[in-house]
T-cell receptor, first 114, second 115 residues
Framework: GDSVTQMEGPVTLSEEAFLTINCTYT??????LFWYVQYPGEGLQLLLK?????DKGSNKGFEATYRKETTSFHLEKGSVQVSDSAVYFC?????????????FGKGTLLTVNP | DAGVTQSPTHLIKTRGQQVTLRCSPK?????VSWYQQALGQGPQFIFQ???????QRGNFPDRFSGHQYPNYSSELNVNALLLGDSALYLC??????????????FGPGTRLTVT
């Protein structure tokens, strides 16, 4: 079945460090890919998305590129801030008329220290 | 512009009881999805409602049922609660037409504890 695999956390970085969170997927179709962020005590917020191969999603300094050849959608940020501390989820949604659900990875906890 | 709202925020129930969780979608959205997020895990899709009907369901038993009202708000009902049903229940809303811009907006969730 369809699945998303994220790097194990937690990830602890110092402020202004470079961030990479790996995400790979398995899908029977051609998915759209998403990164969601969950701050403590809150629901999920869409961070960025990409809907076709080689698309780059970007938002708030975060970027991820849809790599069909490696079935990956790694999240990167050049300089993290303390306020970026949260849990990050990679997700996919298959294209097609009857596919509406999001399939999530287990999440990666990021802690940024001042 | 109000986002997705859910009630209650927290709930404690006993095994065997029944529970109803509620969700109001973001303004302009007509579709509601429900997810279960166990501690330390990613959300798992329960089902989605559109035009007052369930149009896709995940791998959850029939104890989990739902409803959507004409104003697009939705309820999630869980019967015969088990300890394993303890989780954060997330509601997400979206616009019903699929396409490359399809996005789901999540509420803050309802934390259910079954004792």
């Amino acid at each position: 079945g369809d699945s998303v695999t994220q790097m194990e956390g937690p990830v602890t970085l110092s402020e202004e460090a470079f961030l990479t969170i790996n995400c790979t997927y398995t899908a029977t179709g051609y998915p759209s890919l998403f990164w969601y962020v969950q701050y403590p005590g809150e629901g999920l917020q869409l961070l960025l998305k990409a809907t076709k191969a080689d698309d780059k999603g970007s938002n708030k300094g975060f970027e991820a590129t849809y790599r069909k050849e490696t079935t990956s959608f790694h999240l990167e940020k050049g300089s993290v801030q303390v306020s970026d501390s949260a849990v990050y989820f990679c997700a996919l949604r298959l294209s097609g008329g009857s596919n509406y659900k999001l399939t999530f990875g287990k999440g990666t906890l990021l802690t940024v220290n001042p | 512009d109000a986002g997705v709202t859910q009630s209650p925020t927290h709930l404690i129930k006993t095994r065997g009881q029944q529970v109803t969780l509620r969700c109001s979608p973001k303004s302009g959205h007509d579709t509601v999805s429900w997810y279960q997020q166990a501690l330390g895990q990613g959300p798992q899709f329960i089902f989605q409602y559109y035009e007052e009907e369930e149009r896709q369901r995940g791998n959850f038993p029939d104890r989990f049922s739902g409803h959507q009202y004409p104003n697009y708000s939705s309820e999630l009902n869980v019967n015969a609660l088990l300890l394993g049903d303890s989780a954060l229940y997330l509601c997400a809303s979206s616009w019903g037409r699929t396409g490359s811009s399809y996005e789901q907006y999540f509420g803050p969730g309802t934390r259910l504890t079954v004792t």
